[in-house]
């Protein structure tokens, strides 16, 4: 389960429209939350600092060791009978005609075809994608972390300013910066990480970072994937998210089996059909 911590600046400027935001949330039953005030988190949270007015709880929340869980689909790809090409650089995709298919060719030649296609291709769906007439306008957002040393288990739930692996190393972050293809690490982005992470957990201040990294989010305008069908060339399809994670049981019960053909369409999947981008009438903006 995870927490969202906040300033106490952060929460004296809540504004009705947030409030009823929240309320919102949960209106159907699936998504039960909690917000806390200082005395009722740190109960939850013991190393918590004093200038940490609250935070929300949900007992939905988690998270996973991304290199475990690479490990754990790759295996579970390969014993499906699934082959995994590393190192590929495809540039092109195209149909081989009605009912024949589609073919992916990489940089250096080669070729796969199949029956189906589906573009999960990250920042490059932006140039796949309209080669079988979708449209993906996906833009990288840079984020940057700090890894600690390994230290005594004292956060029991990961949160959105630190989370403790099983190996006891701290993970702090994050940034969001628009820096086009950089994925490198700054100074200032360091210095804000390790500030704002000694607040939130004052037990902090004293260990030593061992290493800091950059990575690229995959993001939409608005921030929400896109899961569409081509129109154009029935059998085509994009996915693309950021927090794929998180949207793991989406993806595993209902988009995967929609691509495969052995489930209907799930509800309101026009929703996130990557058209919605071009309506002039509409404004995007995400949380990044």
């Given at each position: 389960s995870a927490w969202q911590t906040h300033s106490v600046n952060a929460l004296a400027h809540i504004l009705p429209t947030q409030i009823c935001d929240r309320a919102k949330i949960n209106a159907d039953g699936r998504t039960p939350f909690e917000m806390l005030d200082h005395q009722a988190l740190k109960v939850r949270l013991p190393a918590i600092?004093?200038?940490?007015?609250?935070?929300s709880w949900c007992p939905l929340d988690g998270h996973a060791n991304p290199l475990k869980l690479l490990h754990a689909l790759h295996a579970g790809i390969k014993a499906l009978g699934g082959r995994i090409c590393s190192g590929v650089d495809v540039g092109e995709v195209r149909s081989l005609g009605e009912g024949r298919g589609?073919?992916?060719?990489s940089s250096d030649g080669r070729q796969w075809s199949g029956a189906k296609i589906v573009l999960a291709a990250g920042l490059s769906n932006s140039i796949l994608a309209p080669q079988l007439g979708l449209h993906a306008p996906v833009v990288p957002k840079r984020g940057q972390v700090l890894i600690t040393e390994r230290l005594k288990k004292f956060l029991p739930h990961p949160t959105n300013k630190?989370?403790?692996?099983?190996?006891?190393?701290?993970?702090?972050g994050f940034s969001a910066e628009d820096v086009g293809l950089d994925d490198g690490t700054t100074v200032e982005a360091i210095e804000s990480i390790a500030k704002r992470a000694v607040v939130t957990f004052p037990i902090l201040s004293s260990v030593k970072l061992v290493r800091a990294w950059g990575s690229l989010r995959v993001l939409t305008p608005d921030g929400s994937p896109i899961y569409q069908e081509s129109s154009k060339y029935p059998g085509?399809?994009?996915a693309t998210s950021h927090s794929g994670v998180s949207l793991a049981g989406s993806h595993a019960y209902e988009i995967a089996p929609w691509i495969a053909g052995v489930k209907p369409a799930p509800d309101g999947i026009g929703e996130?059909?990557?058209e919605r981008f071009l309506d002039p009438n509409r404004k995007f903006s995400s949380a990044y």
């Open positions: 600092g004093p200038k940490v007015a609250g935070g589609f073919q992916a060719r630190a989370r403790q692996t099983a190996e006891g190393t701290v993970q702090l085509a399809f994009t996130f059909a990557g």
